[in-house]
């Protein structure tokens, strides 16, 4: 039986003469604007439940794949993936939308962009979610993130780059990360979506291990086999992810993490040194072992940043969105009100 008591998600195509995006739409056209924005190695179809919640209560739920992703264009050099280039894709589609000034929500790699958004174009933006990834106004960046690691579980002389050897060893060993990923796209995915552990909380995290195992996956060179968590994708969407991922591989994907320079470059061209003038909602989770701001230096330079930044924490690994769906909605509907966002 077809569910009628929530908004479609009606697929789009929008396209100009330097990109292609494709994007999902829910609710009324003429109401607020709400865009959301995914990170490695994801979709916009990610945020369905949070799209549902708020189509529903008025909201018009924009939800792009991102460049590289999906199936939005993909271009070949790797030196494309800038998040100023994402940014331009971005600000062309509001155009599309309208222009109007919209929420912005982020996930990983898509809470730089949207923070980006608005701290370079601000008018676009009347207020920013971030989950996961802490806003770097001086770029998202190795240079910028390995100063802030927790030495106390990250010892310089053991690990230099902490919790984001995974991201040194693509800028390393960048073909071999794709093989290893490429091997089974299916089973590399199950294995990278799962929920957080709170076992791990103060420990040293697999992804600072990446390059002395010698890749993701260490001898094997591919994922086990694993089957998808259906708590955090749904099957039917799960299927989705996998066929746009069998299609193009994960080079596009994962050559988001080879443009430090740029990036950094970029953000620091922002206005007033990439302040954010919006409200900020920061949501965190309390066992990503990468990017938790508990106990940690990591959420500084936020702090820093945004004029009116609200911070709340769930009991969540990076998958927030997926692993919280009810809780992310409401700490979004919370702020909503409070911040008088409605």
Known sequence: MTDTTRPALESRM???????????????????????LHGWPSIGLMWRAQMDAFAAEGWHCVAPDLR????????????????????????????????????????????????????????????VVLTSLAYQPGGHALRTVVPLIDRAIYPADLYPDGQWDYYRYYM?????????????????????????????????SPNALVTRNGGRFGAAHRAPPTQPDPAIWPQADFDVLVRTFRMRGFRSACAWY?????????????????????????????????????????????RAACIDLTVTSMPAGHWLPLECKAQHIEAIRTWLRSKDLL
């Open 172 to 204: 390393t060993h960048f073909d071999a990360a794709l093989a290893d990923l490429d091997a089974d796209h299916a089973a590399s995915l199950a294995s990278i979506f799962r929920s957080g552990n709170p076992d791990g909380i103060g420990k040293v």
């Open 68 to 127: 590289g992703y999906g199936d939005s264009f993909a271009p070949e050099a790797n030196d494309a993936y800038t998040i100023e280039a994402a940014v331009t894709d971005m600000t062309e589609l509001h155009d599309r939308l309208g222009g109007q000034p919209a929420i912005w929500v982020g996930h990983d790699w898509g809470s730089v962009v949207a923070a980006e958004v608005s701290a370079h174009e601000p008018e676009r933006s009347r207020g």
């Open 14 to 36: 929008f396209s100009t003469a330097r990109q292609r995006t494709h994007y999902l739409e829910s609710g009324p056209a003429d109401g607020p604007l709400m865009i959301f």
């Open 258 to 302: 080879l443009n430090d320079e740029a990036n950094i470059a970029y953000a620091r061209r922002a206005p007033n040194g990439g302040r954010l003038s919006q409200p900020v909602l920061f949501i965190n989770g309390e066992f990503d072992q990468i990017c938790s701001i508990t106990g940690n230096r990591q959420g500084d330079p936020m």
